[in-house]
């Protein structure tokens, strides 16, 4: 077997439901280290009856793991950027084509990381200024495009990735501020991950849940736990086969590599 990129992965299904700080039973994280399988991870006991994760404590959590030295692979099911036309439809109101130069323009009009603003507040006015930051479902990125089943950050819905996506992405900007270069934001930070370096990637665990169902059933898990442990199980397996790598640097065309830098990535998509 070649010698793996990372020692550590974390699968995490994710939800933007309610406030950062309410603890919901869709946040489920699962982590695997060496040969082993994933295993569920517990919140902090900061209350011993406590059973669920909520948002702050997962963006803590993971920057504690994150600042030792286990270089660590972390899949998050959320877009982490928006498409190319919701740039240039804000560009004449200042915003520019970096992503963290979006990072700080959806934090002024999306606060979701406050303590009491949750992303519904936000959709129907209540706090922040989110109708000067929206669009329309029709904008996909190209990675969505590609993915086969992807809806659009815009797509408001049952099912749908709208509400982990502005739940999460003030998050990841925290961690950011945080961790500094101690973490790689792939492809943000470019396409190749440095050697000793953690990262933080976005995944769609619908990629990957068939090919752990069995796995999953023996382990009586439920449909959030399925999907955070099949991110987990996926990253593992391809890095100790050697396949990761190739997800990694995916074949682009210049032009689609440099669109992808600012728009995102889903790990796993050709």
């Given at each position: ?65 994150l600042s030792d030295k286990t270089t660590t692979l972390v899949g ?21 084509r970096t992503w963290p130069a979006f990072l700080k323009d959806l ?93 933080i990637v976005e995944v769609y665990p619908a990629l990957w849940n ?61």
């Amino acid at each position: 077997m070649s010698k793996t990129k990372f020692s550590r992965y974390i699968g995490i299904d994710y939800s933007g439901k309610e406030t950062s700080t309410a603890n919901l039973r869709e946040l489920q994280i699962f982590l695997t280290e060496g040969e082993g399988k994933p295993k569920k991870q517990s919140p902090p006991q900061s209350h011993p009856s406590r059973k669920n994760w909520n948002r702050k404590d997962i963006a803590d959590w993971l920057i504690e793991k994150l600042s030792d030295k286990t270089t660590t692979l972390v899949g998050i099911d959320h877009a982490f950027s928006f498409p190319l036309k919701y740039f240039d439809h804000y560009a004449q109101k200042g915003l520019k084509r970096t992503w963290p130069a979006f990072l700080k323009d959806l934090q002024n009009y999306w606060p979701t990381s406050d303590d009491d603003i949750s992303v519904d507040y936000v959709l129907k006015g209540k706090a922040g200024k989110g109708e000067e930051r929206w669009g329309f479902p029709g904008w996909l990125r190209l990675t969505e495009e590609r993915s086969g089943g992807a809806k659009s950050v815009f797509h408001l819905g049952n099912g749908t990735v709208t509400y982990a996506t502005f739940g999460g992405i003030p998050w990841l900007r925290y961690m950011r501020q945080k961790l500094g270069r101690r973490v790689h934001f792939w492809p943000f930070d470019g396409w190749s991950i440095p050697s000793n370096r953690s990262a933080i990637v976005e995944v769609y665990p619908a990629l990957w849940n068939d090919q752990f169902t069995q796995e999953c059933r023996n382990l009586n898990l439920n449909e959030h736990q399925r999907d955070a442990y099949s991110v987990a199980a996926w990253m593992a397996e391809s890095d100790r086969n050697g396949r990761l790598e190739k997800f990694l640097k995916p074949k682009l065309k210049r032009d689609e590599s440099k669109l992808a830098r600012i728009e995102g990535w889903i790990l796993g998509v050709a």
